[in-house]
């Protein structure tokens, strides 16, 4: 099993409740679990997208970069790094976020797309090979116009995002 990007939904007051949980990470498995939260996972292809969208790897997000938001998150629950990777982005922000996805041209980004240029990069996961190509290609379309989706989604509900990458 390796690491897999989750989206789920979260007004402002459960993100600001999940500041103080005891163990974040448990929290959220039990938020999923209940299924009262939309929730998009985005399986293992969150660096992949990252590094479409912003040219680098998901490792080193860009500070206050919409596009490098909508995949890592604007912030971390915890600075310590040995903590779980488990951000937020709040309902304003997804509003911002949402709007730069909608203007983002994945086609452009992806028309020139190479799989070796991303196993260069040790862009995660060591899938990116050139027979794969196409497959790779239409993987990452479909991932982006989910994440576009579930961003509009929570904009139009007015909600904020909790992102945990595990």
């Not at 974040?24 to 997208?49: Q, R, S, T």
């Not at 310590?80 to 949402?98: A, N, Q, T, W």
């Not at 995660?124 to 509009?152: G, R, T």
Request: net charge negative; proline share 2%.
């Amino acid at each position: 099993m390796g690491m897999i990007a989750c989206y789920m939904e979260a007004d402002e007051e459960l993100i600001e409740k999940m500041k103080s949980a005891e163990d974040l990470f448990e929290e959220i498995e039990e938020f999923e679990e209940e299924g009262e939260h939309k929730v998009y996972d985005m399986d293992k292809l969150w660096d992949g997208l990252h590094f479409i969208l912003t040219g680098v790897s998901a490792t080193t997000p860009i500070k206050d970069n919409l596009l490098s938001e909508a995949v890592v998150g604007t912030a971390m629950f915890s600075e310590d790094e040995s903590s779980d990777f488990i951000s937020y982005i709040y309902p304003k922000r997804v509003s911002e976020i949402s709007d730069a996805l909608n203007k983002f041209d994945i086609d452009n980004a992806l028309s020139d797309f190479s799989p070796r240029i991303l196993a260069q990069n040790d862009i995660y996961p060591m899938i990116w090979v050139e027979d794969e190509k196409e497959s790779l290609k239409e993987e990452l379309l479909a991932v982006f116009n989910e994440l576009k989706q579930f961003f509009s989604e929570m904009n139009h509900a007015h909600k904020g995002i909790i992102v945990s990458i595990y």
